[in-house]
């Protein structure tokens, strides 16, 4: 191109129209083409030639770089509008007025779903194989926060190390049509969805969503439309894999929401804990007449999740939970050929699990012929169905477990190491009561993130001994004198905004600078004096057991002179814990929905502070009788 342009390269040509000049480009042309060439011996006319000739290289390039600008432009403003109409539009092909494929709405009666049509395939370019990622779970099934408190938590995320978010929508996403019966009251919208990965891409986050497709399904089964779906029919935790309506359901499932997810490079599907697999009336059958057990029919409906995930989203990753897969022969999993399509992630949370077997599950993987595998620890949520504050002693070490054997990952080649999920468990189950709420559990959060961002181990030198699964145990449990240093110690300090730490204790001195810190120490209040001061004032106040006994309050009758001797400070403690908990509501409302901060406090705030709201009702209503005799 530059050579056609006459941009002053030597056997470059001059537009025909050019007029001859001594000692021009065009001059010497005409002389050469004559026959006649000779050169111009004037330094003049050479000079004027160097500068005629870098002139026009200088346009050219402008011109190039013009061109490229408004190329640039253009692309990020087409792809704004692209944003802007995906936001809004109504179906995964195209306009509500498009007469693709889902132009118009599925009816879905409870005996028959309509899966949906086969459309264009969604590439997914971004390669992040060679980056180690890092994944906060979001667990959206309880307590999900209001995005307002997203835009607070993605930076603070990103600082801490996080360059990912693995988001458990459950009944939080905007399902439409079929499905809208599964959402929630207080589910996202699907600008909520957009903005949320707007945020995250603004704070170079990856966003992964989850979507359950055979365990851990109870906020579909619990609808009476879906209830023929269920695995055993009295439960309502895992899909009947044989029923042709349960991956019509979920491809509708997946569709909606890959169309909200058109950034990702990653979707994990769930799959872990499928209970009751093979009890069910329709599992039992297929058994007997094809000779065949729990694995192969797990393994069957996997790899029609996979098919239709790979087939619908060409370069779209998968991960799986891998529970499921480790009673599961190698020859069956390589028989199966899911280890083409999907990434396991392993999980445990102790905090001192045992590495050995873990040995075994990841060496199962690497011969089963998987690609990548992923580990999962946590930071709050598995401690117990009711805890309600994270032992950080707990979590630190669950990580630094995990350390020790992604520094031993090398010996399982070509099985490499991709990430880790940081799993913050909100509920056990959907029916389950809520965890500890994210504003308590980030400075776990921090010091896990930071551990494995910092952490390093000092593994010995070994090589990989005579062994059943190939490794010496001492590359599992060799010390580790790196981890949770005091160099990580003091980061992690600075970013919560905290003075000092204690981790037997699970404490932090210091006001804190985090998203939800006030809520962080109003919560950490309530569960140091809440139920013990109202104990000791119920029990232990001998004025109130001698003279104000429920049989007392039963009856309605007592003598204000020994009654006003405990009544001030009952009023005052009454008091107290009313208007902190005023202010702990107000707090919670401003990140949390309306039902997540009455289920909170009806479970961790009422239990403890009703009694002592019963007593002030009796207390009042008593007095008011000026020691009247008791009622019948």
């Not at 009295?234 to 997810?261: G, I, Y």
């Not at 070490?397 to 099985?415: D, G, H, I, T, Y």
């Not at 070994?462 to 190939?470: E, K, N, R, V």
Request: glycine share 6%; proline share 6%; hydrophobic share 40%.
């Amino acid at each position: 191109m530059l050579r056609e342009r006459g941009c002053g390269l030597g056997s470059a040509r001059p537009p025909p129209h050019a007029p001859a000049r001594c000692g021009s480009v065009g001059s010497a042309w005409q002389r050469r083409r004559d026959g006649r060439a000779r050169r111009c011996a004037a330094p003049g006319a050479m000079a004027f030639q160097r500068s005629h000739k870098l002139n026009l290289l200088r346009i050219v390039v402008l011109l190039l770089v013009a061109l490229a600008g408004i190329k640039f432009l253009f692309r990020d403003s087409l792809t704004l509008q692209l944003h802007k109409h995906i936001s809004k539009d109504s179906t995964f092909w195209g306009d509500a007025g498009d007469s693709g494929p889902q132009s118009q709405a599925v009816e879905v009666h409870p005996a028959k779903i309509t899966a949906p049509r086969q459309g264009p395939k969604q590439q997914f370019p971004k390669d992040l194989s060679a980056t180690e990622m890092r994944l906060v779970h979001l667990d959206l099934k309880g307590a999900a926060p209001r995005v307002s408190y997203l835009e607070q938590l993605f930076p603070f995320l990103s600082r801490l190390g996080a360059n990912g978010i693995l988001i458990e929508y459950e009944d939080m996403f905007p399902f439409k049509g079929e499905l809208e019966v599964l959402k929630s009251p207080y589910a996202y919208s699907e600008e909520d969805i957009e903005w949320i990965q707007q945020l995250a891409e603004l704070h170079k986050l990856e966003v992964v969503p989850l979507v359950q497709t055979f365990g851990h399904v109870e906020f579909i089964l619990k609808h009476t439309k879906y209830q023929h779906l269920r695995e055993v029919e009295r439960f309502p935790n895992s899909f009947n894999p044989h029923v042709p309506d349960t991956l019509a359901l979920l491809k509708v499932m997946l569709s909606q929401v890959m169309e909200k997810h058109r950034r990702s490079s990653w979707i994990h599907i769930g799959a872990d804990e499928v209970f009751h697999l093979g009890e069910g009336k329709d599992s039992r059958n297929w058994m007997s007449r094809n000779k065949g057990d729990t694995g192969t029919i797990y393994l069957n409906h996997i790899k029609e999740v996979l098919d239709f995930i790979s087939t619908q989203y060409r370069g779209l990753r998968v991960l799986m939970w891998d529970d499921m897969l480790r009673k599961i022969s190698v020859g069956a999993l390589q028989e199966s050929g899911i280890a083409k399509h999907v990434s396991p992630v392993v999980w445990f949370y102790a905090p001192d699990f045992d590495a050995e077997q873990i040995g075994q599950f990841i060496t199962k993987y690497m011969e089963s012929g998987f690609e990548a595998v992923w580990f999962a620890s946590a930071f709050k949520g598995t401690t117990g169905p009711t805890q309600t504050w994270p032992p950080l002693s707990s979590h630190l070490k669950n990580q630094l477990s995990w350390l020790r054997v992604r520094e031993a990952m090398p010996r399982f080649a070509p099985l490499r190491f991709q990430g880790i999920v940081l799993t913050g468990w909100q509920r056990y189950d959907h029916y389950s009561v809520l965890c500890e709420l994210l504003p308590v559990g980030i400075p776990s959060l921090a010091i896990c993130l930071q551990t494995l961002v910092n952490g390093e181990l000092l593994l010995p030198p070994l090589s990989a001994l005579q062994h059943p699964w190939g490794l010496h145990p001492s590359v599992f449990s060799w010390p580790s004198p790196g981890g949770f240093t005091e160099e990580t110690r003091r980061k992690v300090l600075e970013v919560l905004g905290f003075q000092s730490m204690q981790l037997e204790q699970s404490t932090c001195e210091g006001r804190g600078a985090f998203p939800g810190a006030e809520i962080y120490h109003m919560v950490e209040q309530l569960n140091r004096h809440l139920k013990e001061s109202i104990t000791k004032m119920l029990e232990e106040e001998s004025a109130i057991k001698g003279w104000f006994s429920p049989y007392h309050r039963k009856h309605q009758f007592g003598n204000p002179r020994n009654m006003e001797s405990f009544g001030s400070k009952v009023l005052k403690l009454h008091e107290d814990w009313e208007g902190f908990v005023r202010d702990l509501r107000a707090r919670l409302e401003s990140i949390y929905f309306p039902d997540t901060v009455e289920e909170w406090m009806e479970e961790n705030v009422n239990p403890h502070l009703d009694p002592l709201r019963d007593l002030v009702r009796d207390y009042r209503a008593i007095i008011r009788l000026n020691a009247q005799p008791k009622a019948p």
